[in-house]
């Protein structure tokens, strides 16, 4: 940071913050001094390629190619995935992986192939190894999903770590999606992105690339069929996307490409094929099941502003109790914790802590409480003192605790690399929860400093354990925020396993969401902010992490009532749903946008809360299946180019088709429509797919539609579990499943699967179980009856 970017800092934080802006400057050289003696210095380097195939060994699964000046190891396992690593990389250890790695397949076997090469024949995919080092992944007919050009690597005369680039081609059809989910749009343009994670230093909105959630995972689909690609490296690094080009029927087609250029570390990843739902079904059996939520937590969260106290807290809980708007977790920001002390609430906003979280439990709301990983220099102090009794705090290259700034100014660091480290950080939970707090959300957590820029916190230089092994922070930056969640999220179940602890992550990395879910900081509050909310969360739900959501509201909205209610209908029908105070005061509760607001905002409300027996399904099948709860419009036709290009709406579930509005002034818009029956759910008009088709969109609400023959599970009118059946098409028949929750814990619920049919002229919904059907389990709805359909 440099002198004119301090004064652009003072200026977006006030002259109050110049003080953390010096110190922000202070640490910012140290870090750079840090790193000028603690990184090896650039020499010359050696550059280095494959060369061609010396010898093999057959294995189980796979087995070793040796070339002239490297060896690839490849491995096809159990479930289906494949694994190759350069220069003897294994699968493990990996933060990526939920424990070991899978078995290897003994059906596959490395036999030679034409041309010198070799291959690797599974049942779902063939691997083609060139006799030069190009590695082929293809369908078991022959067609070629993607290809790894021979890698390239430099690596120091002196020694130390090498940089590597590997260059991949794909389909000219083939569209780009993940990377952990960038503001640009689900789909990755052409362009380079860092992967680096990183609290953007303005607003993210579109044309960004990834933020704080970020991992090198491509999910990339083409009209051969769908696959995830996952580089298992941490360090810093970029991928540059060019999308490919069709020669109209000339053969001329021109490949679509990536080039992974990583700046140290192992050259190892794993690729899925298949449909979108095995796919995502193999990656989460390799990195783990998604956290299930507590049920509160599927309900409408909001977060006061950050200086407000306890009054403040009382306010807004009952101007949503008078105005009839639910509510089911109020989250507390770095206002009601002394910065210092880290692990204790500040006495003067907060005084009775757990007399309010009891006032909201009674209520059925639930108190969340934001933690940070800076840890104020203040001896002492409990966890300060703690932490350097333990050892805890990341150092510098020479042996120094490393300083940085955080919400308490000067702060330390804790190595959640370290076992024994998280295990103490996991505890220090235990006295907010027993203040009340149901949950925790992490911020600042990738880690970087509390300023207008995001400035990074620790040095390049920095050491961590890494659980052993040892390191710098060029690998422990990307998955410092997962081994956060990971210590939060095992401090709470030690603390009470019968519940389902609720953790909040910015930052993350794959398997991320083992440990809960992600909330996408930092977006733009404009009607751009919108589409890249958006499109964090589909990306996001793409590489794994299901449960992701926007903040809603903030300064702007205060401005301008239409975009505070168009983000509020987007945000009640995706996965995490919470708004943020902003504007005077830091205030933005509906009713302060008048009377015609409020109302849209009630009805939007009581939709969510009508649907959370739908989310609650949802939340079971992504930790049973890895399903996203929000997809892509894609998501049951990949081959569907149209659907493919299509940004604006997104499917919720199997069920619903959401089509926010993303722009001002918008009464009527376009839908594309996939196969099928579709209905809009407020008028029950009937659409049959695919089709493009102009609808309604008045300000009180957005165009939703139901798929024709599902079985939704919702809240009917007197507060009980109801089935809403939309009717399927006549001669066709409709289902769904409900998994029901029986509680905070760890129950597992049986799965309630339910068929749709016309008998004559009623609909028919029966339960399957036992030898024939059984009634359901709760009333029954059927909406969709006696109106005209037709494609329009």
Same mark, same amino acid.
């Given at each position: 940071?440099?002198?004119?970017?301090?004064?652009c800092?003072v200026?977006?934080?006030?002259?109050?913050?110049?003080a953390?802006?010096?110190?922000?400057?202070?640490?910012?050289?140290?870090r750079?001094?840090?790193d000028?003696t603690?990184?090896?210095?650039?020499?010359?380097?050696?550059a280095r390629v494959p060369?061609?195939?010396?010898?093999?060994?057959?294995g189980?699964?796979g087995?070793?190619v040796?070339?002239d000046?490297s060896?690839?190891r490849?491995?096809? =396992?159990?479930?289906?995935?494949?694994?190759w690593g350069w220069?003897?990389?294994a699968p493990e250890?990996? /933060?990526?992986l939920?424990?070991r790695?899978?078995d290897?397949?003994?059906?596959?076997?490395l036999e030679?192939?034409? %041309?010198?090469?070799?291959?690797?024949? =599974?049942?779902?995919?063939?691997?083609?190894?060139?006799?030069?080092?190009a590695v082929?992944?293809?369908?078991?007919g022959?067609v070629?999903l993607?290809?790894?050009?021979?890698p390239?690597?430099?690596?120091?005369?002196?020694?130390g770590a090498a940089?590597?680039?590997q260059r991949?081609?794909?389909p000219?059809?083939?569209?780009?999606?993940?990377?952990?989910?960038?503001?640009s749009?689900?789909?990755?343009r052409d362009?380079?992105?860092?992967l680096?994670?990183?609290?953007?230093g303005?607003a993210?909105?579109p044309g960004?690339?990834p933020?704080?959630?970020?991992?090198?995972?491509?999910?990339v689909?083409a009209?051969a069929?769908?696959?995830?690609v996952?580089h298992?490296?941490?360090?810093?690094?970029?991928v540059?996307?060019r999308?490919?080009?069709?020669?109209?029927?000339?053969?001329h087609?021109r490949v679509g490409?990536s080039e992974?250029?990583m700046e140290?570390?192992?050259?190892?990843?794993?690729?899925m094929?298949g449909?979108p739902?095995?796919v995502l079904l193999?990656?989460?059996?390799?990195?783990?099941?998604?956290?299930?939520?507590p049920?509160?937590a599927?309900?409408?969260?909001?977060?006061p502003g950050a200086?407000?106290?306890e009054?403040?807290v009382r306010?807004i809980?009952?101007?949503?109790r008078?105005?009839g708007l639910?509510?089911?977790?109020?989250h507390?920001?770095v206002?009601?914790v %002394?910065a210092?002390?880290v692990?204790?609430?500040?006495q003067?906003?907060?005084?009775?802590l757990?007399?309010?979280?009891?006032?909201?439990?009674?209520e059925?709301?639930?108190?969340?409480?934001?933690v940070?990983?800076?840890?104020g220099v203040?001896?002492g102090?409990?966890v300060? %003192?703690?932490g350097v009794?333990?050892d805890?705090?990341v150092?510098?290259?020479?042996?120094r605790?490393?300083?940085g700034?955080?919400w308490a100014?000067?702060a330390?660091f804790?190595d959640?690399?370290?076992?024994?480290?998280?295990a103490w950080?996991g505890?220090l939970?235990?006295e907010?929860?027993?203040?009340?707090?149901?949950?925790f959300?992490h911020?600042?957590?990738?880690?970087t400093?509390?300023?207008a820029?995001?400035e990074?916190t620790l040095?390049?230089s920095a050491r961590?354990?890494?659980?052993g092994?040892?390191?710098?922070?060029?690998?422990?930056?990307?998955? /410092?925020g997962l081994?956060?969640?990971?210590?939060a999220y095992?401090g709470l179940?030690?603390? =009470?396993?019968?519940?389902?602890?609720?953790v909040l992550?910015r930052s993350g990395w794959?398997g991320?969401?083992?440990?809960g879910g992600?909330w996408?900081g930092?977006v733009v509050a404009g009607?751009?902010?919108?589409?890249?909310?958006?499109?964090l969360?589909l990306?996001?739900?793409?590489c794994?992490?299901?449960?992701?959501g926007?903040d809603?509201?903030?300064?702007?909205?205060q401005t301008?009532?239409?975009l505070?209610?168009r983000?509020?209908q987007?945000?009640?029908y995706?996965?995490?749903f919470?708004t943020?105070?902003g504007?005077r005061? &830091?205030r933005?509760e509906?009713?302060?946008f008048?009377?015609d607001?409020l109302?849209h905002a009630?009805?939007?409300?009581v939709?969510?809360?009508?649907?959370?027996?739908?989310?609650?399904?949802l939340a079971?099948l992504?930790?049973?299946?890895g399903?996203?709860y929000?997809r892509?419009?894609?998501?049951s036709a990949?081959?569907?180019?149209?659907?493919?290009?299509c940004? %604006?709406?997104?499917?919720?579930?199997?069920?619903?088709?959401v089509?926010?509005?993303?722009?001002?002034g918008?009464?009527?818009?376009?839908v594309?429509?996939?196969?099928?029956r579709w /209905?809009?759910?407020?008028?029950?008009?009937?659409?049959?797919g695919p089709?493009?088709?102009?609808?309604d969109?008045p300000?009180?609400?957005?165009?939703?539609?139901?798929?024709?023959?599902?079985?939704l599970p919702?809240?009917?009118?007197?507060?009980?579990?109801?089935?809403e059946v939309w009717?399927?098409?006549r001669?066709?028949?409709?289902?769904?499943l409900?998994?029901?929750?029986v509680?905070e814990?760890?129950?597992?619920?049986?799965t309630e699967r /339910?068929t749709?049919?016309?008998s004559g002229?009623?609909?028919v919904?029966?339960?399957?179980g036992?030898n024939?059907?059984a009634?359901?389990?709760?009333?029954?709805?059927?909406?969709g009856? &006696?109106? &005209?359909g037709?494609q329009v």
């Amino acid at each position: 940071m440099e002198g004119r970017d301090l004064v652009c800092s003072v200026k977006s934080v006030g002259w109050a913050g110049a003080a953390q802006g010096l110190r922000t400057v202070r640490a910012a050289w140290r870090r750079r001094r840090a790193d000028a003696t603690g990184l090896p210095p650039r020499g010359p380097v050696r550059a280095r390629v494959p060369g061609t195939v010396r010898e093999v060994e057959p294995g189980l699964g796979g087995g070793l190619v040796r070339f002239d000046r490297s060896e690839l190891r490849i491995l096809v =396992a159990v479930n289906g995935a494949v694994f190759w690593g350069w220069d003897g990389a294994a699968p493990e250890p990996s /933060y990526a992986l939920a424990g070991r790695c899978p078995d290897p397949d003994p059906r596959a076997v490395l036999e030679p192939d034409k %041309d010198g090469g070799w291959r690797v024949v =599974a049942e779902r995919v063939t691997v083609a190894v060139s006799r030069h080092g190009a590695v082929e992944v293809l369908t078991p007919g022959g067609v070629t999903l993607r290809r790894d050009l021979p890698p390239r690597w430099w690596e120091p005369v002196g020694g130390g770590a090498a940089r590597w680039r590997q260059r991949s081609e794909v389909p000219a059809d083939a569209r780009f999606f993940g990377l952990g989910g960038c503001a640009s749009g689900p789909r990755l343009r052409d362009g380079t992105y860092r992967l680096w994670s990183t609290a953007p230093g303005r607003a993210a909105g579109p044309g960004d690339g990834p933020a704080s959630v970020t991992m090198p995972v491509q999910v990339v689909v083409a009209d051969a069929g769908t696959h995830l690609v996952f580089h298992d490296n941490s360090w810093d690094g970029t991928v540059t996307l060019r999308e490919g080009a069709e020669g109209a029927g000339s053969g001329h087609d021109r490949v679509g490409t990536s080039e992974l250029r990583m700046e140290g570390g192992p050259l190892r990843c794993w690729v899925m094929v298949g449909t979108p739902a095995r796919v995502l079904l193999v990656w989460a059996s390799l990195t783990g099941a998604p956290s299930l939520p507590p049920a509160w937590a599927l309900g409408h969260h909001h977060v006061p502003g950050a200086a407000d106290g306890e009054e403040e807290v009382r306010r807004i809980v009952a101007g949503h109790r008078e105005h009839g708007l639910p509510l089911d977790a109020v989250h507390l920001g770095v206002g009601h914790v %002394d910065a210092r002390r880290v692990s204790t609430a500040g006495q003067e906003r907060f005084p009775g802590l757990p007399v309010l979280a009891d006032e909201l439990r009674r209520e059925g709301i639930r108190l969340v409480s934001v933690v940070g990983p800076a840890v104020g220099v203040a001896p002492g102090t409990t966890v300060y %003192d703690g932490g350097v009794e333990r050892d805890a705090f990341v150092r510098d290259a020479s042996g120094r605790v490393v300083e940085g700034t955080g919400w308490a100014g000067e702060a330390v660091f804790p190595d959640f690399t370290h076992a024994r480290v998280r295990a103490w950080w996991g505890g220090l939970y235990t006295e907010r929860s027993a203040q009340g707090f149901a949950g925790f959300w992490h911020g600042m957590d990738e880690p970087t400093s509390f300023t207008a820029f995001g400035e990074p916190t620790l040095p390049r230089s920095a050491r961590h354990v890494l659980d052993g092994r040892g390191g710098d922070h060029r690998e422990a930056h990307n998955v /410092y925020g997962l081994c956060m969640a990971r210590a939060a999220y095992e401090g709470l179940r030690e603390r =009470a396993p019968r519940e389902r602890p609720f953790v909040l992550s910015r930052s993350g990395w794959a398997g991320v969401q083992r440990y809960g879910g992600a909330w996408s900081g930092g977006v733009v509050a404009g009607w751009s902010g919108l589409r890249a909310s958006l499109s964090l969360v589909l990306g996001a739900g793409l590489c794994g992490v299901p449960c992701a959501g926007p903040d809603i509201g903030g300064s702007e909205a205060q401005t301008s009532p239409e975009l505070y209610l168009r983000g509020l209908q987007l945000g009640a029908y995706l996965p995490f749903f919470r708004t943020r105070a902003g504007g005077r005061a &830091g205030r933005g509760e509906p009713w302060e946008f008048g009377a015609d607001v409020l109302e849209h905002a009630r009805g939007t409300l009581v939709e969510r809360r009508r649907l959370l027996p739908y989310f609650t399904t949802l939340a079971h099948l992504a930790r049973r299946t890895g399903v996203p709860y929000a997809r892509p419009l894609w998501w049951s036709a990949p081959e569907d180019r149209a659907l493919r290009d299509c940004e %604006d709406a997104f499917l919720l579930g199997d069920c619903l088709l959401v089509a926010p509005v993303l722009a001002p002034g918008t009464e009527r818009r376009t839908v594309r429509l996939p196969h099928g029956r579709w /209905y809009d759910t407020a008028t029950e008009r009937a659409y049959d797919g695919p089709a493009r088709v102009r609808v309604d969109a008045p300000v009180g609400r957005i165009p939703v539609f139901a798929r024709g023959g599902a079985v939704l599970p919702v809240l009917g009118e007197d507060g009980g579990p109801e089935l809403e059946v939309w009717a399927p098409a006549r001669g066709r028949t409709g289902g769904g499943l409900v998994v029901p929750d029986v509680g905070e814990g760890w129950e597992e619920p049986e799965t309630e699967r /339910y068929t749709v049919r016309w008998s004559g002229p009623r609909i028919v919904v029966e339960r399957e179980g036992g030898n024939g059907g059984a009634e359901p389990s709760c009333p029954v709805r059927v909406r969709g009856l &006696g109106r &005209g359909g037709g494609q329009v």
